[in-house]
Nanobody
Framework: VQLQACGGGLVQAGGYLRLSCAAS????????MGWFRQAPGKEREFVAR????????YYAESVKGRFTISRDNAKNTVYLQMNSLKPEDTAVYFC?????????????????WGQGTLVTVSS
């Protein structure tokens, strides 16, 4: 499956952004989807994950209560609504399709990745 993420940008602390990730090439609804992020000099880290039906979600503790992951299988798109943004949220954000039953926290559990979209939060 091919993934195309967009929606990043520059925002002030306390602001919000909505990231989108459009999928093509395979049946989107077959995959659980995740969002990861990678800040400069740091490893890629898990942000959120949503099951194929959109009912079950998981979040990193650092974003819980501020970010919401959702999906629209009719549009082959997964979203990440990010509210109350903080400077420490600054990173390149990646969407990914989960292809393994291993931990959703592990990037290796995801076999397909989008190209990333940059989110910069200024203080």
């Amino acid at each position: 499956v091919q993934l195309q993420a967009c929606g990043g940008g520059l925002v002030q602390a306390g602001g919000y952004l909505r990231l989108s990730c459009a999928a093509s090439g395979r049946t989107f609804s077959n995959f659980a989807m995740g969002w990861f992020r990678q800040a400069p000099g740091k490893e890629r880290e898990f942000v959120a994950r949503i099951g194929w039906s959109g009912i079950i979600t998981y979040y990193a503790e650092s974003v819980k209560g501020r970010f919401t992951i959702s999906r629209d299988n009719a549009k082959n798109t997964v979203y990440l609504q990010m509210n109350s943004l903080k400077p420490e949220d600054t990173a390149v954000y990646f969407c990914a399709a989960k292809t393994s039953r291993d931990s959703h926290y592990d990037p290796k559990s995801y076999g397909f990745w989008g190209q990333g979209t940059l989110v910069t939060v200024s203080s």
